[in-house]
């Protein structure tokens, strides 16, 4: 993505011949990440400070010419790619979901626990997935409508209580209620756009899914 409009002292952007991305992406292949950070953390300091000694906007151009210039070359451009990274996380799901989903099918009836206590059955891991599914979207929804997230209950003693209560529950509506619980979940991250997601409710949503999967993907015997 590139500046398209008039600059501030009244020439176009120069021409990069085409789209420079893949030359750029292809010099760039060697920089580590913190050189890259590094690298992208200093532009966008000298780019706001540019920014910030520019006159307003010349007569007759829509809005302020700052925010025309801030909007084009940092927030839309910015939200682009975290757009990138959203979608690349939702691939990452599905394709770890695939694969942990077909092996509880095929599991055994005792699947040890990661941590502490009785072994699980797939069908504990279902229960146990759907009560994090359940907890995601709670967490997405408050977020959605301004509020805040409910704090992350102590892990082990949650996850204790949370399978005593499930042990009984039928291993079938266990499966259909991860299912259906993934499913309403990815539809409401769905509907938040990349310029809405924070941090924290993108870190909510992958530990949750992504981010889980592999501790019971991993567990010997399931």
Same mark, same amino acid.
């Given at each position: 993505?590139?500046?398209?409009?008039?600059?501030?002292?009244?020439?176009?952007?120069?021409?990069?011949?085409?789209?420079?991305?893949?030359?750029?992406?292809?010099?760039?292949?060697?920089?580590?990440?913190?050189?890259?950070?590094?690298?992208?953390?200093?532009?966008?300091?000298?780019? /706001?400070?540019?920014?910030?000694?520019?006159?307003?906007?010349?007569?007759?151009?829509?809005?302020?010419?700052?925010?025309?210039?801030?909007?084009?070359?940092?927030?839309?451009? $910015?939200?682009?790619?975290?757009?990138?990274?959203?979608?690349?996380? !939702?691939?990452?799901?599905?394709?770890?979901?695939?694969?942990?989903?077909?092996?509880?099918?095929?599991?055994?009836?005792?699947?040890?626990?990661?941590?502490?206590?009785?072994?699980?059955?797939?069908?504990?891991?279902?229960?146990?997935?759907?009560?994090? $599914?359940?907890?995601?979207?709670?967490?997405?929804?408050?977020?959605?409508? #301004?509020?805040?997230?409910?704090?992350?209950?102590?892990?082990?003693?949650?996850?204790?209580?949370?399978?005593?209560?499930?042990?009984?529950?039928?291993?079938?509506?266990?499966?259909?209620?991860?299912?259906?619980?993934?499913?309403? !979940? /990815?539809? !409401?991250?769905?509907?938040?756009?990349?310029?809405?997601?924070?941090?924290?409710?993108?870190?909510?949503?992958? #530990?949750?899914?992504?981010?889980?999967?592999?501790?019971?993907?991993?567990?010997?015997?399931?």
């Amino acid at each position: 993505m590139t500046s398209t409009h008039t600059s501030r002292v009244g020439r176009r952007p120069p021409d990069l011949g085409g789209d420079p991305n893949l030359s750029w992406q292809a010099e760039d292949r060697a920089l580590t990440l913190t050189e890259a950070r590094q690298r992208a953390a200093h532009a966008r300091e000298q780019l /706001l400070a540019t920014v910030a000694t520019l006159p307003p906007g010349e007569p007759g151009e829509p809005g302020d010419g700052l925010r025309a210039l801030a909007a084009d070359d940092l927030v839309a451009h $910015f939200d682009e790619h975290f757009g990138f990274i959203v979608a690349g996380m !939702l691939t990452d799901e599905a394709a770890t979901w695939a694969a942990l989903l077909a092996r509880l099918d095929a599991a055994s009836i005792e699947a040890p626990n990661a941590g502490a206590g009785p072994a699980w059955s797939a069908g504990d891991v279902f229960a146990h997935l759907a009560r994090w $599914f359940d907890f995601a979207e709670r967490s997405l929804t408050s977020f959605r409508a #301004g509020r805040p997230m409910p704090e992350i209950p102590d892990l082990d003693e949650t996850n204790r209580a949370w399978s005593e209560a499930d042990r009984a529950l039928d291993p079938v509506e266990a499966r259909r209620a991860a299912v259906d619980g993934r499913a309403r !979940l /990815l539809v !409401l991250a769905g509907a938040i756009t990349p310029a809405q997601w924070t941090a924290a409710a993108l870190n909510r949503l992958d #530990g949750n899914t992504v981010g889980h999967y592999p501790e019971h993907l991993n567990t010997t015997g399931v």
